[in-house]
């Protein structure tokens, strides 16, 4: 069966009566919305309540999911402790999520509990159904520096074992919007803020869920959001479905923007499974990419895929121009899945015979030796978006203001460490910021002296 039911909620602390001692009254309207949404679980009574917590044990490149029979919690670092919760964990559909992770590779399950005690994610939640439905187990997991696009799957994968299982479950996406709204809030105010807001409540009340997997990732950081992946999640979970959508209320009172919607799974409906869709889309662009690109990318694609499936190290380099095989250069090789880095090696001065052989050795560094990141499997190989960029020699730097991080690369080095950052990095906007990206890459110590250079690279994608 479909899931029963999916919820967008906040998590402020100060809603809870005995935190807020009166001031949650300032957010009345998202109390609300909170108490309607609880007697709408009570009336689905569900088996068991999944909730998704940015406030639980977090991972770069890992979904936690809490294990064990039951877990604890209270408010007592919000000063009320006599608000607590005992809750029993659904063990056997945690394990069938397990399970099936592990079946489709997918980095998520139980291991690396940082601490068992429930968080305010998920207790702010919990306050309000508990108080009319009593019934149920619970399943807590956090979210991750995973993609926008994984976070979709592990709905995906929730949604299978809620299916195998036939669980009667209602999904919470516990999450807050921007924390910058105003100037007197938690965080102040950035202009991206507001924006972020109004996007994500326009996106949430027409149930466009395909557009929370292509949001724009740099609007989410700058508006210092909570819950983006959690609602993704939850769209993963509903997958292929028609839903009955309700918004009860939207507020930014405090600083920090609280939405409350449902979604109740009606019949299925082909066309709303977003996520084939957005691969679709994405592999019709990386196609046509490949099909105009030249040959320095043509002979890192074909390298990675080679040594991927068969292990093979390419050596067929007799049809390439003259340029790759009589010429030296240092060659960085990217790799971007769903827009985010997935493997970067490179050599900023050239170490091998011509610059074929430094792109083919890069490559495969880049594919499966990048530290940072698991190998790169043969199923993500229809995903890669491969960037090759050709390194100019290296000129000393005396003044930085002679530098410019859309324009120059630049290497940070003392007499045994180094550091090395490419130009026109996402999201690096000041000299700064590269100086200080290269020291943290370098292991450089800020009191360390430091020589810099710069270069400029032909970026071939």
Known sequence: MPVLGAFVVPHPP??????????????QKTIDSYKQIANKIKELEPDTIIISSPHSTMY?????????????????NFGAEEVSFSETYDIELVNEIEKLANKHNFPAGT????????????????????????KGKIIRLGISGLSYQEHYILGQIIKEAIDNL????????????????????PYGYVKEGPIYDKKIME?????????????????????????????????????????????????DITGVGYGICS???????????????????ETDRLNHKY??????????????????KEGIKNKETNYLPDNLLSTKAGIFVSIHKFGKLRGCIGTIFPVRNCIAEEIIENAISAAVHDYRFAPITEKELDYLDINVDELSELEPVYDINTLDPKKYGIVVSTKEKRGVLLPDIEGVNTVEEQIEICK?????????????????????K
């Open 166 to 185: 036939n669980r009667r479950v209602v999904y919470i996406a516990s999450g807050d919007l921007s924390h910058c709204l105003k100037e007197d809030g």
């Open 291 to 308: 099909q105009n690109t030249d040959e320095f990318v043509t002979l890192a694609k074909k390298t990675i895929e080679l040594y991927i």
């Open 203 to 251: 996106i949430l009340e027409k149930k466009e869920f395909d557009k929370l997997i292509e949001f724009d990732k740099d609007l989410c950081e700058k508006a210092r959001e909570c819950g983006h992946r959690s609602f993704i999640i939850m769209s993963g979970v509903l997958d292929g479905y028609n839903v009955d959508s309700n918004v009860y209320s939207h507020e």
């Open 440 to 460: 943290r890459k370098g292991n450089i110590n800020p009191t360390e002296e430091i020589t810099i250079e710069k270069f400029t690279v032909i970026r071939h």
């Open 263 to 281: 979604y109740i799974p009606k019949e299925r409906n082909e066309e709303r499974k977003f996520l084939k869709k957005y691969f679709d889309k």
């Open 14 to 27: 100060l809603i809870i009566p005995e935190i807020g001692r009166g001031r949650e009254k300032s957010i």
């Open 111 to 134: 291991k690396g509990e940082k601490d068992k005690n429930l968080d305010h994610g998920t207790m702010v939640p919990l306050h309000f159904i508990r108080e009319v439905y009593k």
């Open 60 to 76: 770069s490149d890992y979904v936690h999911i809490s294990p064990g029979i039951n877990a604890t919690g209270t408010f007592k």
